[in-house]
T-cell receptor, first 115, second 115 residues
Framework: DQQVKQNSPSLSVQEGRISILNCDYT??????FLWYKKYPAEGPTFLIS?????DKNEDGRFTVFLNKSAKHLSLHIVPSQPGDSAVYFC??????????????FGKGTKLSVIP | ETGVTQSPTHLIKTRGQQVTLRCSSQ?????VSWYQQALGQGPQFIFQ???????GRGNFPPRFSGLQFPNYSSELNVNALELDDSALYLC??????????????FGPGTRLTVT
């Protein structure tokens, strides 16, 4: 059963506009959330994270929002740039029963920013 | 500061063979995690090593095993390869120790193809 879900496999956005990527989770034990960006033939690159005690974290053009009651988080990219085109993975961390703070990933959303 | 490195980049093996993948962690990091990423999926946690001991394991059979060395580098060994083992294998390092909620930094991965 998927504990982290990214329901949109792809998203297209015009350059300069806002990109909003969504993620839902089911496991209440998750207490730290991360977004990674992945280009083809490269490993995932850490982008931004948020602790469950916060509801917003901002880093330059990237902002992550967390709604614990809805078990939902989102990544906002403003303004979107062509170089942002990549696959974005949502990941959650917490002791999900395996005895370590592993990352549980969603399936990813492919973002295309159109010039 | 050196990032996470992995070797080899690509590997082709025959069903039933054994394979060893290698990872050097980022400078200052003492925890290494291994993930398997199948096509179109998010990375899946295999296991994590801290202080040369396995510290948590995902839903993978015992033919997946690993080692961590005193310099924090790590190996992933897979015995009796199956066709479904074909995937991108990612190594990630972090500085959180056995139970830290810290960002994990990924290497570029090893693409394993089993024929």
């Amino acid at each position: 059963d998927q504990q982290v879900k990214q329901n949109s496999p792809s998203l297209s956005v015009q350059e300069g506009r806002i990109s909003i990527l969504n993620c839902d989770y089911t496991n209440s034990m998750f207490d730290y959330f991360l977004w990674y960006k992945k280009y083809p033939a490269e490993g995932p690159t850490f982008l931004i994270s948020i602790s469950s005690i916060k509801d917003k974290n901002e880093d330059g053009r990237f902002t992550v929002f967390l709604n614990k009651s809805a078990k939902h988080l989102s990544l906002h990219i403003v303004p979107s740039q062509p170089g942002d085109s990549a696959v974005y993975f949502c990941a959650a961390s917490g002791n999900s029963g395996a005895g370590s703070y592993q990352l549980t990933f969603g399936k990813g959303t492919k973002l295309s920013v159109i010039p | 500061e050196t990032g996470v490195t992995q070797s080899p980049t690509h590997l082709i093996k025959t069903r039933g063979q054994q394979v060893t993948l290698r990872c050097s962690s980022q400078s200052g990091h003492n925890t290494v995690s291994w993930y398997q990423q199948a096509l179109g999926q998010g990375p899946q946690f295999i296991f994590q090593y801290y202080r040369e001991e396995e510290n948590g394991r995902g839903n993978f059979p015992p033919r997946f095993s690993g080692l961590q060395f005193p310099n924090y580098s790590s190996e992933l060994n897979v015995n009796a390869l199956e066709l479904d083992d074909s995937a991108l294998y990612l190594c990630a390092s972090s500085s959180g120790g056995a139970s830290g909620i810290y960002e994990q930094y990924f290497g570029p991965g090893t693409r394993l193809t089993v024929t």
